[in-house]
Every structure is written in structure tokens, then in C-alpha cells.
């Protein structure tokens, strides 16, 4: 559910909300050095410094979502980051090494790796530790903000509750201190409708309390409310076109949010068909990892027929972004086509589940309990992944508190560029 961008923070300089801030500018991602060898079960091949287990978790959900066999040295890749506590951090270099005080773990990366875990059926040895840190890091006021004890936002917020959702635990249950639940946490987060923007999800109060409509935050509250997770399948029963934008006073119920948030969407691409980057500098150009996000909550919400102009758009234009950003904005691409029962083998004229698998390893003949199939060869090869995934910028956006990035769009808002 659920950063993107720059891969870079500036983990030791600003505390953008928490703690970190792009360092590299929008339009360049960094690349890793020629001297750093990367793990052979990672995919993608820039520095996976702040967005590894974010895009591996996507890669390994989206691959999943396609039926594709999934390497098992990636799945060990995933699984070998977390720490002791059940927690993940973006990357660590050196798996061996135990966590410590320094070791920057954060909701977003355990919370997508739960995810893409718990689709996989991995041990609950990994999963269930990884949960019950997540539960212990929760805010008063219900939600999780990016960082451990960082102010609640919707896109972590949201992402958290898609993997308490895989592991089928009872998102009601999950009371905070205050008493409190997650679903509490995304209701005081929907924009009244009688305020500017209406029915949309702020990414966090502002200092006075007030909230501002976010389109990013919006996707990702949108599954959120809903209680999907990423790779989100549409809703059977369609919402008319001509369903209200918003609707409910006051305080609204989680359907009301839901639907209002999905509504603001609506509007949101129906001159152009996708949102606009909201990152500074690259003002006046498309947002493709969050319109690719739009794309799914539409669909969850029960507007696949709105969600139909965004989709075209994607087909038609976001192939150069995949191809430079990497796996993170394939599986992006391909949580999209399949939340609206399109053919993410067909996309636009290109094979997104081939693309995405030569970002990564191929399966071994070790991995099949059969003989190997065509799966195989859709994960051959090893293509440059460009970016840092979305859900980091996710991470550095949301931890930044400059609210972009959930789902995921690469969730590094670098691969929107």
C-alpha cells in the first residue's frame, strides 16, 4: 500500500517529518559503483541502499501475482534482511551483521516484505516476528508513521495494514494504547468534504492540524480503508460513474472515506489521464508510479471504468519511465493491469512479466517441484533497473513528511521522472 524518487536521503542531515530527504536530484538515479558487487538474489542493479527490500518485495509480489516461479535465492535475498526483531530496514549490506541502535528499520520496508512474504507462504518464523513489530511500533492515535515513533501518515499507515491483512490478522483488533485502530488512524486522515479537496487523504496534519489533499497518500488510503495491499484485485461489485465525489459529514465511516477517496481520484486524471508530480523541480511532469497506484485503488473501489483512462495513459506512456526506474515500477505497471484484468503480458506491446524478470535472478532447476516451466525464461537475463524503487521515496517522502509516495510508485519518486 503504499515511496520513490531520489533514492537518496539525507538520513544525517534533515529530519523532513523524520528523518530523511532526497540527496540526489529527481532526474538521476544513483547507479551501483563498478567496485560494489551486488547479492546475486537481488534485483535490480543500482545501489539498493535505500530502496533493496522495498523493490524486492514488489518484484517478488508482482512475480507471484503472475503465477511466475520465483528465484530461491531471491526469496532468501528477502528473507536474510531482517533483523532479529522481526523488523526490516531498506538495505543491509552485510546480512551477518546483527542490527543494532544504528540499524535504521522502518515500517514500509517490514510492511512490504510481510506482504510479498505471506503471498509466497514463507515460514511464519519470518513473518509473524516481523508483525508483532509492527504492532509494537504503532501510534496512539492508531497508525505508523515511517520511522519507529515518527508521526502518523497515511501511506505507512496504509501499507502496514495491507500486511496485516496477508497474514489474516484482525486489523480491528490491533488496538493501539489509546485504543485506537489502524482504520481510526485513516479516517482522521480523510479530508472533510466541505474543505478544498474533499474526500481526498492528507499525507499528515500540517503544523496547525489542518489537512491538504495528497494524491499519493490518497491512492494509498484509498486500499488502505479498503484493507488491500499492493497487489489489490478489483471489487465485484462496480460503483456507477456517476457515484458522488463525497460524501458524509463529519466524521466519515471507512466505507464513506473509501468511496470519497476514490472519487477525488476520479478527478484527479480526468483531464489528462495521470497525476503530476508533485516533487520540487520537476513541476509540469507526469507522475507514473502514482497513476499506476490510482490506477489499482480505482479498481479496488469499484471504478474499474474510471480507472480505464489512466491505464490507456500507462500503456501508452510509461515505458521508458519502467525501463529506467526498474523493478519496483514493472511490478507497479503490473499491479495495475492486473487490478483491472487487463494483460500485464500485453502492455501496451511489451511483456511486463518478461521485463521484470530479467531485473532479477532466474530460477534454478532446485526451485521447481516439476520440470521447470515457461516461467523460467520470463526471469532470465539481467536488465539495469535505473531507479530507486517507489515505496522508498515512499519511504524518503513519507518519511520526509513531503508525502510521496506509497504504493508504492515506486514508492522512489525517482522512477515518476
Same mark, same amino acid.
Given at each position: 500500500? +503504499? ?16 528523518? +530523511? ?66 523488523? +526490516? ?21 517490514? !510492511? ?29 492515535? $492508531? ?34 494504547? $489509546? ?23 492528507? +499525507? ?26 499492493? !497487489? ?168 520526509? $513528511? ?16
Amino acid at each position: 500500500m +503504499f515511496v520513490r524518487r531520489s533514492a537518496v536521503v539525507l538520513a544525517a542531515t534533515a529530519v523532513i517529518g523524520t528523518a +530523511f530527504a532526497p540527496a540526489a536530484p529527481a532526474d538521476e538515479s544513483p547507479s551501483a559503483s563498478p567496485s560494489q558487487a551486488l547479492p546475486t538474489g537481488l534485483f535490480g542493479s543500482t545501489d539498493p541502499t535505500y530502496d533493496g527490500v522495498w523493490r524486492q518485495s514488489l518484484a517478488l509480489l508482482a512475480q507471484h501475482t503472475m503465477d511466475v516461479k520465483t528465484a530461491g535465492k531471491a526469496v532468501d535475498w528477502l528473507t536474510g534482511q531482517q533483523c532479529a526483531n522481526g523488523a +526490516f530496514a531498506a538495505y543491509r549490506a552485510d546480512p551477518a551483521a546483527k542490527c543494532d541502535a544504528k540499524t535504521q528499520i522502518d515500517t514500509n520496508s517490514t !510492511a512490504a516484505a510481510v506482504q510479498a512474504l505471506a503471498e509466497l507462504e514463507e515460514d511464519d518464523a519470518t513473518t509473524g516476528p516481523a508483525v508483532k513489530w509492527l504492532k509494537s511500533v504503532q501510534n496512539k492515535d $492508531g497508525g505508523w508513521g515511517y520511522l519507529p515513533g515518527g508521526a502518523t501518515d497515511t501511506n505507512s499507515t496504509s501499507v502496514v495494514i495491507g500486511a496485516l491483512e496477508a497474514t489474516d490478522t484482525d486489523v480491528e483488533g490491533v488496538r493501539s494504547k $489509546g485504543g485506537r485502530t489502524p482504520y481510526d488512524a485513516l479516517r482522521g486522515l480523510s479530508v472533510p468534504c466541505d474543505e478544498d479537496g474533499g474526500g481526498a487523504f492528507a +499525507f499528515q496534519p500540517d503544523k496547525k492540524g489542518a489537512l491538504a489533499a495528497n494524491a499519493d497518500a490518497t491512492a494509498a488510503g484509498v486500499l488502505g480503508a479498503l484493507g488491500e495491499g499492493l !497487489a489489490a484485485v478489483p471489487d465485484d461489485e462496480p460503483v456507477s460513474p456517476k457515484a458522488p465525489t463525497c460524501a458524509g459529514k463529519g466524521s466519515v465511516t471507512l466505507d464513506e472515506a473509501a468511496a470519497n477517496g476514490a472519487g477525488y481520484l476520479v478527478g484527479a486524471v480526468a483531464k489528462t489521464g495521470h497525476l503530476e508530480s508533485s516533487l520540487p523541480g520537476a513541476e509540469d511532469q507526469p507522475d507514473y508510479g502514482n497513476t499506476a497506484d490510482t490506477v489499482v485503488a480505482l479498481a479496488a473501489a469499484g471504478r474499474t471504468a474510471d480507472a480505464r483512462k489512466p491505464l490507456a495513459w500507462l500503456e501508452k506512456n510509461a515505458a521508458a519511465w519502467a525501463a529506467k526506474s526498474g523493478p519496483a515500477a514493472y511490478a507497479q505497471l503490473i499491479f495495475a493491469a492486473h487490478a483491472t484484468g487487463s494483460s500485464p503480458s500485453d502492455f501496451g506491446g511489451a511483456d511486463l512479466v518478461k521485463q521484470l524478470g530479467r531485473t532479477g535472478p532466474a530460477p534454478s532447476p532446485s526451485d521447481y517441484s516439476a520440470a521447470p516451466s515457461d516461467s523460467a525464461d520470463e526471469q532470465s537475463g539481467n536488465e539495469d533497473d535505473g531507479g530507486v524503487s517507489v515505496w522508498w521515496i515512499i519511504g524518503v517522502g513519507l518519511v520526509g $513528511g513531503i508525502g510521496i509516495g506509497f504504493l508504492i510508485s515506486g514508492r522512489t519518486r525517482k522512477q515518476q521522472l
